[in-house]
């Protein structure tokens, strides 16, 4: 009995380090200047993001080193986004099968994405004018590495990345306080700014990919069309995303004139230190101008 009891305490104690719960709810926070460490990484997560925290476990759950996603010279706050949206397209497969994956709706909830037939989205790619190429185009659909998920799973890749960029960006944004509250430096807001303007401009170039590749199945691949229409949990997944997603945008915006900083054209500008960056805002307003089209509109 006492062997017995001994096994049940050693799994009961590998469970709970797997599960993330060696750093509990009211663990401290760790600061700025904290070190990239698991136990960091979730309690920072934990603290601001319940989502991006279900995320991580989720991955530590199944023996995933959520680490690798912090890079040399990666502070630990810096490198939450990242590591959020690359543990989210590790989620969707996880919880997918083969002929379907899970897209993460928030509230320790998903919903299965069936797949239905589809074409290469490199092909919808190459149709795009040079005006609209901003720099993720030749990545995910221009000239896309070999089976990668935007190009050979077509629309439902673009949606997996749409909702990637979504979690990310929320993650993000979610450290908004947590800066304020460590007075991050003039440098730190741009970093942040920068993050949050990069997951801004995915939400339209994303949202464009996923209008464009219907629009072109629409003329030249019209069953394929019919069958993509015609899934209800992609239709109805899409709208969910790109609704929140909208939202944060509007959000992020908010907490760029909480700091007191300016845009001007592409460039976010701070009044104090008078440093500046560019947030793509160029890029952007291209997008939803496109996007903006009867063709467009008819589609959504």
């Known amino acids: 009995m006492r062997k017995r009891m001994i096994r049940m ?8 380090l797997l599960l993330g719960q060696a750093v509990p709810v009211s663990a401290a926070v760790p600061k700025i200047s904290a070190a990239v460490t698991r136990s960091n990484v979730l309690a920072l997560a934990n603290a601001y993001d319940k989502d991006g925290a279900y995320l991580l476990k989720s991955s530590l759950m199944k ?6 996603w912090w890079g040399t010279g990666t502070s630990l706050w810096e490198g939450m986004d990242t590591g959020v949206h690359e543990e989210c397209h590790a989620y969707s497969f996880m919880n997918g099968s083969y002929n379907s994956e899970a897209i993460y709706l928030g509230n320790q909830k998903y919903i299965r994405v069936s797949y239905t037939d589809v074409y ?29 998920a935007s190009d050979v799973q077509g629309v439902y890749g673009l949606l997996n990345e749409f909702t990637a960029y979504y979690w990310g ?14 007075k991050a430096s003039t440098w730190e807001w741009m970093t942040y700014i920068n993050g949050g303007a990069n997951g801004r401009l995915a939400y339209a170039e994303f949202k464009y990919y996923i209008l464009n590749y219907m629009y072109y199945a629409k003329q030249h691949y019209p069953a394929i069309y ?36 300016k845009i001007s054209g592409d460039w976010c500008c701070d009044p104090v230190s008078g440093y500046r960056l560019n947030i ?6 291209r997008l939803v101008k496109e996007m903006s089209k009867k063709k467009y509109k008819n589609l959504l």
């Open 280 to 285: 793509y805002q160029g890029d952007y307003r």
């Open 226 to 261: 019919r069958g993509i229409k015609n899934n209800r949990n992609f239709v109805n997944t899409y709208a969910y995303i790109e609704k929140k997603f909208a939202a944060q945008n509007k959000k992020f915006l908010n907490y760029i004139n909480k700091l007191g900083w």
């Open 120 to 148: 290469p989205s490199r092909k919808m790619g190459m149709t795009i004018p040079q005006r609209l190429r901003t720099f993720r185009w030749s990545t995910y659909v221009g000239n896309p590495e070999p089976n990668l």
């Open 63 to 68: 023996g995933r080193n959520i680490l690798e």
């Open 9 to 16: 305490v050693g799994l009961c104690l590998a469970l709970i």
């Open 169 to 182: 960006m929320h993650m993000g944004l979610s450290l908004y306080s947590y800066l304020r509250k460590n």
